[in-house]
């Protein structure tokens, strides 16, 4: 048993997966505050058994810490740690049987050899110094969470979504969450291996996958064969270019057609790809256009109560 947690809880009890989890940590087993201030960013964390078949590359956590029952020897000076939230991580792939890692963080070294199923994770976003308290996590009725706030004998829960956003906008949002992609962005088949592996990630990812992607070359040539115009500027009749940039090129902007939320198949090919001005961009996004028509040369799009065809290339 991986003594950096409890014994398992009860598998008839088992949560439905929602692609959020609770890593329950004892800092009386497993020194949190010492990883967290090494700088290390990247570990393996045990869960749950009955939910290991759940775990997949691009879903979220929390770390959550209970009742912190070291003694002064173990503090070694240290203050103790309050019941709460120290780290948001990653998951960067499935649940395997291994050992543990990092065994000056145990207070029992020989814990780190028990091979237990266990998930790479990777820390982006470390709150040591300012934690979210339990306490003081303020959670509607539809937000609560029956483990995150009360606890249980276990390594790992799903977490409620509600329950994720709202911690999540307490930190600052998404996109202060430091989602780095060590994946290759640059062809055709880097982009469908991305595809592939963020199949089952949760929005937050999938939107930064689709962004990480728009920064790589394939976006980029996209936009210099388009000759970086607005390509529903365009089809409107309108002035389809945008300011200039210190570089020459005018601005422009490029948007996947099928939502990458939803990370089917293609949705992240230049295929999927059309540019479009800032403006428009963002009413593609939340405003009123239908997408009517999507073959292999072109898509036909009601915008302003106008129908447009913006061919593909």
């Known amino acids: 048993m991986d003594k950096r947690f409890s014994v398992e809880g009860n598998k008839s009890e088992k949560?439905?997966?929602?692609?959020?989890?609770?890593?329950?940590?004892?800092?009386k087993k497993w020194y949190i505050d010492e990883f967290i201030l090494s700088g290390k960013i990247e570990d393996s964390f045990a869960v749950s058994e009955y939910h290991k078949e759940d775990f997949k590359p691009g879903q979220l956590g929390v770390i959550r810490v209970g009742h912190d029952r070291r003694t002064k020897k173990q503090l070694a000076g240290k203050p103790k740690l309050v019941r709460g939230i120290?780290?948001?991580?990653?998951?960067?792939?499935?649940a395997e049987p291994m050992k543990g890692t990092e065994k000056e963080y145990w207070e029992d070294?020989?814990?780190?050899?028990?091979?237990?199923?266990?998930?790479?994770?990777r820390y982006i976003k470390t709150l040591l110094r300012?934690?979210?308290?339990?306490?003081n996590l303020d959670l509607s009725?539809?937000?609560?969470?029956k483990y995150l706030i009360e606890g249980q004998q276990g390594s790992s829960m799903p977490l409620s979504r509600l329950a994720f956003k709202k911690i999540i906008d307490i930190v600052g949002g998404s996109d202060n969450l430091e989602l780095v992609f060590n994946e290759s962005n640059e062809d055709s088949d880097s982009i469908s291996k991305l595809e592939k592996k963020y199949y089952a990630a949760v929005p937050e990812v999938k939107e930064r996958v689709s962004r990480y992607i728009e920064r790589g070359s394939i976006a980029q040539e996209y936009k210099r064969r388009i000759g970086f115009k607005c390509q529903v500027c365009e089809a409107l009749n309108l002035e389809p270019y945008s300011f200039k940039k210190p570089n020459g090129e005018y601005y422009v902007e490029t948007h996947?057609?099928?939502?990458?939320?939803?990370?089917?198949a293609g949705s992240l090919s230049a295929n999927n790809l059309i540019t479009v001005c800032a403006n428009h961009h963002r009413?593609?996004?939340?405003?009123?256009v239908n997408l009517l028509e999507n073959t292999d040369d072109k898509y036909v799009f009601k915008i302003d109560n106008k129908t447009i065809v913006v061919n593909k290339i």
Do not use: M
């Not at 120290?86 to 499935?94: D, F, M, R």
């Not at 300012?130 to 306490?135: E, G, N, R, S, T």
């Not at 996947?256 to 089917?264: A, C, D, G, R």
């Open 15 to 27: 949560v439905k997966p929602t692609g959020y989890w609770t890593f329950f940590c004892n800092p």
């Open 109 to 121: 070294e020989g814990d780190a050899n028990i091979v237990r199923y266990r998930v790479p994770i």
């Open 256 to 264: 996947h057609v099928i939502p990458v939320s939803e990370l089917q």
């Open 130 to 135: 300012k934690p979210i308290l339990l306490d």
């Open 141 to 145: 009725a539809e937000e609560y969470d």
């Open 86 to 94: 120290y780290a948001v991580v990653k998951i960067l792939g499935s």
């Open 283 to 288: 009413q593609l996004h939340y405003g009123e």
